[in-house]
């Protein structure tokens, strides 16, 4: 080969080795480039696609840590303080911070029970008090010398029947628990045996007024316990569960109720039921000065309405009982016999036997307005009869 022709192919072979070089060393970069490219574009589709799905995660990941939080946050709390003890300053005021946030989070809750039950009490104070048959009668704006709460009070000499003091009492009304008196009487003079053993069931849960009872459905009592309850705490279940096992059942029960009325010249009177739960069960001060005087003259009666309290067993456990009426335990009141009586129709009712000044005294209350005014009606009265008063207001 001529010199010429081999220069000439010396510098084609440099230039092609030069390209070469070139494209060899230019095709990474330009892959990496164009996967530079390629990848954002990537990323942006896969986030234009998943969207929704990335979102919703999101806030599930917010909501969790939130309920997380709420659920520990006295246990996050303390985690805080611990991890920074032993860190000076530092570590004090994050578990200061903590102890803060822990009394907030505290303080809100009292806050919130405090006003629900702000709310309850304007629900309850602003509902209208239903009125008893005597104030709808307009009993309670008659007017007596000894202010009395009680719309209708009956006062007498147990012995000479001497009328001491009279107010509406031959007005005819619901007279409540009074009526155990009554249910007291029938199942006394029965001769039942009175260690015959009673089972409380759910025929015997008020469905009247729905009121509590500690004598559960299944408690097996004996008769004489559970007169003793109805009598002195007023138990509704004991006084229902002794007509529904008196002889013949619970309408026989109810039919000597009435009878015993009757006889005893109680014209104004009549019962459907043994508790007083019903406000049919009806009667008149003068009827239940009759029957006070009857019953005061049953020594079991006179024993059971003044017991102060009285302890039974309810399956497992001793159960207390408490007398209903607060003046047995006051050594100022020498009591022969009482009984006690609410439901709404009637408001607050008592009656009872008392030695006062040296007289027998037989006091009828009904329809007190207030928890405890029935109890101060018989207060003044007691006052009154003490302090020489009584024939000079019986005028009036």
Known sequence: ???????????????????????????????????????????????????????????????????????????????????SAGKGTKGKTVVAKAGKADKADKGGRRHARAAAAAAALVAVEAAPARQSFGQMAGLHDVMDPLALKSSVALVLDQDTHEV?????????????SLTKLMTGLIISQANLPMDEEITITQDDVDTEKHSSSR???????????????????????????????FPGGMSSFVGQMNMKAKMLGMAD???????????????????????????????????????????????????????????????DWNIGLQKTGYISEAGRCLVLQAQVAGRKLIMVFLDSAGRFSRLADAERVRHWVEGSGGRLLAKH
């Open 269 to 331: 009177t009549r019962y459907v039921e043994p508790t007083g739960l019903s406000s049919s069960n009806q009667s008149s001060a003068h009827d239940l000065a009759t029957l006070v005087n009857v019953a005061h003259s049953d020594p079991l009666l006179r024993e059971l309405t003044t017991s102060p309290s009285y302890q039974v067993e309810v399956g497992e456990r001793t159960v207390q009982f408490n007398n209903t009426n607060r003046l047995v335990h006051n050594p």
């Open 215 to 245: 004598l559960r459905v299944g408690t097996t009592l004996m008769r004489g316990e559970l007169l003793h309850l109805a009598l002195m705490s007023s138990e509704n279940r004991a006084a229902h569960a002794l007509g529904r096992t």
């Open 1 to 83: 080969m001529a010199p010429s022709n081999r220069s000439v192919l010396r510098r084609f072979s440099h230039i092609f080795a030069i390209c070469a070089l070139a494209i060899g060393v230019g095709m990474p970069h330009a892959y990496a480039a164009t996967k530079k490219k390629a990848a954002p574009a990537k990323v942006h589709v896969e986030a234009k696609a998943g969207k929704k799905q990335a979102a919703a995660a999101q806030k599930g990941e917010r909501n969790g840590r939130a309920h997380k939080e709420a659920v520990a946050s006295k246990g996050s709390s303390k985690k805080v303080a611990d991890k």
């Open 164 to 176: 001491l003091l009279s107010k509406n009492d031959h007005a005819v009304l619901p007279i409540a």
